[in-house]
């Protein structure tokens, strides 16, 4: 294994689950998409009706959605092994832009949470989400400044669940998800702290058991070799 790597190697994927893989970046990304015109393209017109309640506060909530669509729409790209590969300075490219469009949209929504309207449980959950993403995101930038990629990759996998929170979170909103709290502003705070907790355990889960898997092939194979060896030196 060399320094760049490690302690220890995912597993390559068959030609099955990588199209699976593709598959499911190509949705996420159309999702992504969808969730950005709905309700997001309209504030790059700044003027008054655009911005209803969010008129005193325009230039931290254009600063974070021109930031969060960086990452959002950025972020998808990351993960496309074959792009990576061939092109790995389009690979860093990106990536920059992906975590300065972070730090940009956390700057406006860490301002925007403590201004907001709603009500304070809902500041304070916008502001958890802030902290968790941008310190994700952060861990997912010293891992790959220490050269460590399979640390890089689980943190970027995680700082992109987060970033998707924004589309979660309005999934959840347009759904008849809740529909049935007495408080409408106890269902959208409820809603911001679900949408990203449960998809990031669940993440966790799939990472952990993939590190798993992993580590227990590599001690199979390192047992195999071993027994080989005594094999041919008998
Ligand atoms: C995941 C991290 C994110 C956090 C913590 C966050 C936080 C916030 C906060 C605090 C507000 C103001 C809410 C209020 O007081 O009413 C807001 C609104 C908004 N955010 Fe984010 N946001 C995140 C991701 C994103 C992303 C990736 C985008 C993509 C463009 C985005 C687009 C918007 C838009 C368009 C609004 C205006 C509200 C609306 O019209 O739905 N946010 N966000």
Same mark, same amino acid.
């Given at each position: ?6 302690h220890?190697? *995912?597993q390559?994927?068959?030609g099955? =689950?990588?199209?699976l893989r ?7 990304? +159309?999702?992504a +998409?969808?969730?950005? /015109?709905?309700?997001a393209?309209h504030?790059f *017109? ?5 911005y209803?309640?969010y008129?005193?506060?325009w230039?931290?909530? #254009? ?5 969060g669509?960086f990452?959002l729409?950025?972020g998808p ?9 061939r ?5 860093r490219?990106t990536?920059?832009?992906y $975590? @300065?469009?972070?730090?940009?949209g ?6 925007l949470? =403590?201004?907001?309207? %709603? ?7 916008l502001?958890a989400?802030?902290l *968790? ?6 861990? @997912? ?7 460590q %990629?399979?640390t ?10 987060l !970033? /998707?929170? $924004? %589309? !979660?979170g309005? #999934?959840?909103?347009?759904s008849?998800? #809740?529909r049935?709290m007495? &408080? ?9 702290w679900?949408?990203w907790t ?8 799939? #990472? ?9 092939s &590599? ?6 070799g @071993?027994?080989?060896?005594?094999r041919?030196?008998?």
């Open positions: 294994m060399n320094a760049i790597s490690s220890h190697q *995912v390559p994927s068959t099955g =689950t990588k199209l593709r598959l499911a970046w190509i949705f996420v990304f +159309l999702l +998409l969808y969730f950005f /015109f709905k309700y393209t504030y *017109v700044v003027n008054e009706r655009n209803g309640p008129w005193q506060h230039g931290a909530l #254009l600063l974070h959605i021109v930031g669509t990452a729409l950025l790209l990351q993960f496309w092994a074959g792009l990576r590969q092109f790995p300075r389009f690979h490219i990536g920059r832009l $975590f @300065a469009g972070i730090v940009l956390s700057a406006g929504s860490l301002y949470s =403590t201004h907001s309207k %709603v009500s304070q449980a809902f500041g304070v959950a502001f989400l802030t *968790v993403w941008l310190i994700s995101s952060a861990m @997912a930038l010293v891992a790959i400044l220490r050269r %990629v399979t890089h990759k689980e943190w970027v996998t995680r700082s992109y669940v !970033t /998707f929170a $924004f %589309v !979660t309005r #999934l959840l909103l347009d008849p998800f #809740l049935g007495a &408080n409408p502003k106890d269902r959208m705070v409820t809603i911001i679900l949408c449960i998809p990031l355990f669940i993440t966790e889960i799939i #990472l952990q058991w993939r590190r798993s898997a992993s580590i227990a &590599n001690s199979r194979q390192r047992e195999l @071993a027994t080989n060896w005594d041919s030196a008998a």
